[in-house]
C-alpha cells in the first residue's frame, strides 16, 4: 500500500478490480480496457493476456517491426490498435 498508483488510471485480473477499487479508492480503476499506460505505470489485466504489455513495451523501445516480430514468433496476433487500451496523455517517451 505505497501509493504509487494514487491519482493514477490502472487494471487488474477482472476478478479483482473490484477489491483493488475498494481498497485504494484513489486509483481510477478501469472496467473497459485490458491494458493501461499511464505514466510510468504499465497495468493489465494479465492471465492470458500478459503478452499485451510485453509487446507494447517492445513495440515502445524498439519499434512497431520489432514488436511484430516477436509476436509472430510466439504465434500471438499483436496490434496495439485492436486491444481496448489506455494511454494517458503525457506518458514520458523512453
Given at each position: ?9 490502472a487494471t487488474t485480473f ?81
Amino acid at each position: 500500500a505505497t501509493g504509487a498508483l494514487d491519482g493514477r488510471s490502472a487494471t487488474t485480473f477482472p476478478a479483482d478490480r473490484h477489491r483493488l477499487a475498494e481498497r485504494f479508492p484513489a486509483v481510477d480503476v478501469r472496467h473497459d480496457v485490458r491494458l493501461v499506460v499511464d505514466g510510468k505505470f504499465i497495468t493489465s489485466v494479465g492471465g492470458g493476456m500478459s503478452y499485451e504489455p510485453a509487446f507494447y513495451l517492445v513495440e515502445r523501445l524498439y519499434g512497431p517491426e520489432h514488436a511484430a516480430r516477436t509476436a509472430e514468433g510466439l504465434v500471438w496476433p499483436w496490434d496495439l490498435e485492436a486491444v481496448p487500451h489506455l494511454i494517458v496523455p503525457g506518458d514520458p517517451a523512453p
